[in-house]
């Protein structure tokens, strides 16, 4: 079973960026698309972007474009979430999110994916 571990989470000042990793171990991510999603309290999980497999395909939410990039390398079997110019409105639970496809795409959409990690906290305040 695929198992996801995200790290980097942290306390941030406004304008701050930091970077997220969603890291795999047992098997290669080479065949799964991946997702960031975020949870903030009393608000429902969000879809903030993800990759396809190739990394061809890259989706972002609007709240977050131009400001979060999304990267993979598949050699170390890790996803990366550059979080840039973060503001109180990115404080949430971070999670990454894992499903095995046979096209080169993903999706924003959290019940499509089949594995979860537990969750990064990321918090923007001064």
């Known amino acids: 079973q695929l198992q996801l571990v995200e790290s980097g989470g942290g306390l941030v000042q406004p304008g701050g960026s930091l970077r997220l990793s969603c890291a795999a171990s047992?098997?290669?991510?080479?065949?799964?698309?991946i997702g960031w999603f975020r949870q903030a309290p009393g608000k429902e999980r969000e879809g903030v972007s993800c990759i396809s497999k190739r990394a061809r395909v890259q989706y972002y939410a609007d709240s977050v474009k131009g400001r979060f990039t999304i990267s993979r390398d598949n050699a170390k079997n890790t996803v990366y979430l550059q979080m840039n110019s973060l503001n109180a409105e990115d404080t949430a639970v971070y999670y990454c999110?894992?499903?095995?496809?046979?096209?080169?795409?993903?999706?924003?959409?959290?019940?499509?994916?089949?594995?979860w990690g537990q969750g990064t906290q990321v918090t923007v305040s001064s």
């Open positions: 999110a894992g499903v095995r496809t046979t096209w080169d795409m993903c999706s924003m959409t959290g019940r499509v994916y089949d594995y």
């Open positions: 047992e098997f290669s991510l080479d065949y799964y698309a």
